[in-house]
């Protein structure tokens, strides 16, 4: 059975930045589209980015447009959130999640249809 894992989170100064990996167990990501959500106090839970299974379709929540960018290695079956220009509104749990989306080239931004989860990763950003 698939297992994600979040790592990479930690504790930084506004202006840094961070690299999340979600690395999958149990099977392989290769088919698999990945979403990266995150939590923050007191807040619903927002969609940050997503990758299509194949690589070719990306999306961004317009808050992090610029500033995190997703990619994938599916022969370490692991996808990366490279975060940069972190800010204190982007302090929260991260998560990422599968889908197996229709076709190679979509993700989903929203969480609805994803239905592997990992247990999360924290991230602090002060000012």
């Known amino acids: 059975q698939l297992r994600l894992v979040e790592s990479g989170g930690g504790l930084v100064h506004a202006g840094e930045s961070l690299r999340l990996s979600c690395v999958a167990s149990?099977?392989?990501?290769?088919?698999?589209?990945i979403g990266w959500f995150r939590r923050a106090p007191g807040k619903e839970r927002e969609g940050v980015s997503c990758?299509?299974?194949?690589?070719?379709?990306?999306k961004y929540a317009d808050s992090v447009k610029g500033r995190f960018s997703i990619s994938r290695d599916d022969a370490a079956n692991t996808v990366y959130l490279h975060m940069s220009g972190l800010q204190p509104e982007d302090t929260g749990v991260y998560y990422c999640?599968?889908?197996?989306?229709?076709?190679?080239?979509?993700?989903?931004?929203?969480?609805?249809?994803?239905?592997?989860w990992g247990p999360g990763t924290q991230v602090t950003v002060s000012s």
């Open positions: 149990g099977d392989n990501l290769r088919w698999r589209a």
């Open positions: 990758i299509s299974s194949a690589g070719t379709g990306t």
């Open positions: 999640a599968t889908d197996y989306p229709a076709t190679d080239d979509y993700c989903s931004p929203i969480a609805s249809p994803y239905d592997i």
